[in-house]
Structure formats: C-alpha cells, structure tokens
C-alpha cells in the first residue's frame, strides 16, 4: 500500500517509511492511493476475533510493508488486558473497548463504547500504545534512535509518555504550562521515573510551551543533528490505529451485516472521527457519523453550512472539555480531500486560504470556494455543539437514569447523540475519557468525586520527575543536547 500527501506534490511512500514523520513535505497530510475495501464474508469470520486479531486483519491491509509474524506480535503485545485493565465496573476488561449499553427503548438504543482503559484513561493510549511499539520496531530495524519533542496541556502527553517509557531508542521531552495541569493530570506524568522519559513544565501558558517546540522544529539543523520527531493527532499509525475501533464497535453492537449502526464522536483536531470516516469507506456499515463539539465549534459550524472558519486565540475558549479546545482541526484536511475526489490542486487552494485568511466556504452560495457542502450527507456526517451547563446536566441525567458517571468530553457526545437518534439504528458515543480525569466538573454536577480506577488511589503523593524552566527557546535546546549526548 503506497500513501500519497493531500496536496499533490509529495512522492508516494510506503507505510514505514511515514511511520516516523508528521506532515508530508509539500505541507498536506498522507492517506492511502485507494482504501482498501472490506467484503461482507470478512466482517461475518471477524465478528468473533479477539481485539488484537481483529487489529492484525484491518492493519495488515495499510502496513503491507512490514512482515506480517511481525505485525501480528506487535498488536497481540498491545492490546491486551492488562494494558486496557481500567474497565468500569461490570464491563469485561478482556473486551479491550467494551460496549456499556445505557438505554435500550423503542428499537433505539444508546451506548457507549469505553475507549480509555488504557494507561492514561484517555483513548490517545488507544492509538498511542501501538505508537510506541511500532516506533520501537522501525527503530531497531534502522539501528536509529529517535527524540520525541512536544507541548502538551494534559491528554496527549501523558498518552505519549506511557506509551514510550522504557522503549529502545527513544527518549520523550514533553512540555507543559507549569502548574497549569490538574493535579491528577500533573501527578500522572511527573510521577513517571523511566529514564527516558524527560517533563520540563515550563513557566508560561500552553502557547508558550508550543512556540517553543514551534521555534525548534524550525531549525533543521538542530531537529536533524538531535533527531527529533513529533507523535501528533496527523501522525497516520495512530488515525489507521482508531479504525479499528470503529470496527470493533459495529461488530459488538450487531448480529448481522444488515444492520446499521451510528457513531457519535466528542471531537477537536478530527483525528478521532476520521478514522470512522475511513471505517466508513472501507465498507463498515455505518449509517451517522456524528461530530460532537464543545463551545469551540469549529466543526460544527462547517458541518451545519459548509463554511470552515479556523478561530483566533482570542476566540478559543478554555472549557470543561479542554481535550477538545481547539481553534482549527488538524486533521480535517483528510475528509476535505475525499469530498473533493481528491482533486490536490484545489486542495492546496483552499487550505492556502486557510493560512492567509483563515477559511473556506463550500456552501455553494455566491462568492463562495465550491459547492462540495451538498455531497456531505453522502459521508454520513452529522453534527452538533454543547455548553458547560449541557456538560453538568447530561453527566447527571446519565448518573441518575443509568447510574454510571461519565466524563466532560463523554457528556458532549452524549448530548449530541441524543439530538440524531434514529428508529432501529444503534448509536454508540465513544467513550474518550473516564471522569477521574476531569474531576472538578464531576463534583460540581453530582456533589462527590469521581471514581478513580484501582491503582490511581493517591498517585498525587506519588514523588515526582520534572525540570522547571522559563518559556526560553536557547535553553530547552541546551537541555535536549545535554540529555540526547548528540
Ligand atoms: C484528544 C481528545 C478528544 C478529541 O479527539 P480528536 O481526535 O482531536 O478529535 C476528545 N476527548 C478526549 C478525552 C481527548 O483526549
């Protein structure tokens, strides 16, 4: 399988060698030439396959280059259940993404998918777990080693840390605003001792940390000589690692290929749905996907009238589902490409006109850049947007009907979701973090904490590994130097 960029001027390249990569070099995101289909008899004999069996089957389509015995041991050390050990209580751990139903009522039925058992109790350790033992293998198999450079406020950064600690050839330097994170966030990362792993909290907001890791992925010769990469949502293992899912969840959720099921995903950078997306044009037979949104609407506006409008600072806005706070989504330029029939040229064009002025219209109305907003349907795209008070009410209405607590960014998908239910079609909200993780929300909508999974019990008296640092460029260089001995 051969993946060529979005925007039309890079050469193709095979699965291994953009494992290690982020954008492609003319600036635009890989996807594969074609995507490989799934028949009906495939999805009937994978009904029954384990988690990892049936990651081997959809991966083994999009990594052809890596031998197969190799693939199969990656996946089968992944995804097993003592990495994926924090299920609720009731739901089978052995499942990997268990499905929680919560309301089962006039042919319609609402349930959850949990896909943050893993590690960091997010679902980034979904895809961020094969991450780093395919990062490994790639690595020993070049005899090179690798300096994972980023910013983090919370989520993505402890997901990359759990997911490389200890691993050959690799070390991590992870920013963070300090004293910004939530003491559990905080504790999660910083309690980390693997000598590989290096937290530098940075006395500054969240943009500094990521001008900073900005300014140093601008000098290439530094990048080259220190060998540092990035493990961001464009990364495309980790999109081709959430397809799985998909098919997970529509496999669990049916009995038959006749069947339809809907996905409501709490979305910010696009990553996440748009591996539903690519589910969806494999075959899967999903009927809605459902974009679900906090106040940053970014993907809700388009989606609602055909207008992609990227924010300013000043209009992004700190919420309750900070994981979702987001002013442009990274990776919604894979979709735009696919409802262009993948015309790169005009591709390229618009997403210029995103960096000069900041958008582009496809409503088909005067003036506008195109009238592609009329075949959205045809993708199966839905969305919808939620507030801080939406928040609180849904994780208590789900804690009084159902009793199960969910989390901040659970509870906008659960909102949405309900807004597109249809007769006879399953909806599954993915789960994407447990509520432990977001827990001054939880206190505020039901008066106590939140579970904390066993093992979490006091991790903020764990001692902590971190570097202070003032938010300066010339410095965090002179640390990874020090540190990498290159
Ligand atoms: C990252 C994250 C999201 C958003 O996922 P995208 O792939 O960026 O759309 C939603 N919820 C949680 C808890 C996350 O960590």
Redesign the pocket.
């Known amino acids: 399988m051969q993946y060529i960029s979005t925007r039309g001027q890079a050469p193709a390249q095979n699965f291994s060698q953009i494992l290690l990569g982020g954008l492609a070099p003319d600036g635009g995101l890989y996807l594969p030439v074609e995507y490989p289909q799934v028949s009906g008899a495939e999805l009937d004999a994978w009904r029954k396959l384990s988690y990892a069996d049936l990651a081997f089957e959809i991966l083994k389509k999009f990594a052809t280059d890596i031998p197969e015995a190799d693939l199969k041991a990656l996946v089968h050390r992944t995804y097993t259940p003592a990495v994926y050990c924090n299920a609720r209580k009731g739901d089978d751990a052995a499942q990997i993404t268990p499905l929680h139903v919560l309301e089962e009522k006039d042919g319609n039925k609402l349930v959850l998918q949990a896909l ?1 058992n893993g590690p960091t109790l ?3 350790d979904m895809a961020m777990q094969l991450l780093g033992n395919l990062f490994e293998y790639a690595l020993a198999k070049q005899n090179a080693e690798l300096n994972i450079f980023g910013a983090t406020s919370g ?2 950064g402890s997901a990359a840390e759990y997911a490389m600690r200890g691993k050959k050839g690799i070390r991590v330097f992870m920013l963070s605003p300090h004293k910004k994170m939530s003491a559990f966030q905080t504790a999660q990362m910083f309690s980390l001792q693997d000598p590989n792993i290096f937290n530098i909290a940075v006395e500054g907001v969240f943009d500094d940390c990521q001008d900073m890791v900005k300014a140093v992925s601008n000098d290439l010769e530094f990048k080259n000589r220190q060998k540092i990469g990035t493990v961001n ?1 464009i990364n495309w293992a980790r999109v081709v690692a959430q397809v799985v899912y998909y098919f997970r969840g529509y496999l669990a959720a049916t009995t038959s290929n006749e069947q339809k099921v809907s996905f409501t ?10 591996a539903g997306h690519i589910a969806r044009m494999m075959g899967l037979p999903i009927d809605k996907l459902v974009a679900a949104t906090n106040e940053n609407d970014v993907l809700d506006e388009f989606f609602r009238t055909g207008v992609y409008r990227v924010r300013k600072s000043a209009e992004t806005y700190h919420t309750s ?1 900070p ?2 706070d ?1 002013s442009k ?1 990274s ?1 919604f330029e894979r979709f735009v490409f696919d409802l262009l029939g993948r015309d790169s040229a005009r591709l390229a064009a618009l997403f210029r006109k995103v960096e000069t002025e900041g958008g582009f219209d496809l409503s088909g109305k005067p003036g506008s850049d195109g009238d592609e907003f009329r075949k959205v349907a045809q993708y199966g795209f839905l969305s919808g947007k939620s507030t801080h008070a939406d928040r609180v009410d849904t994780i208590r209405d789900v804690h009084a009907k159902y009793g199960v607590t969910i ?1 901040t ?1 659970t509870a906008d998908g659960v909102k949405v979701a309900r807004e597109h239910l249809t007769p006879g079609v399953t909806m599954i909200v993915l789960e ?2 447990l509520p432990a ?1 977001f827990n001054e929300t939880i206190r505020e909508a039901l008066g106590r904490d939140a579970e904390r999974p066993a093992g979490f019990g006091n991790i903020e008296a764990l001692p902590q590994r971190f570097h202070v640092m003032k938010a300066d460029v010339a410095q965090v260089k002179q640390y990874i130097a020090g540190h990498t001995g290159l």
């Open positions: 943050s997010a679902f980034k989520d993505t949502s995903v709490p979305s910010g950078n696009f990553g996440n749905i748009c589902s994981s979702m987001i989504a990776n989390d960014h994407t973090a993780k």
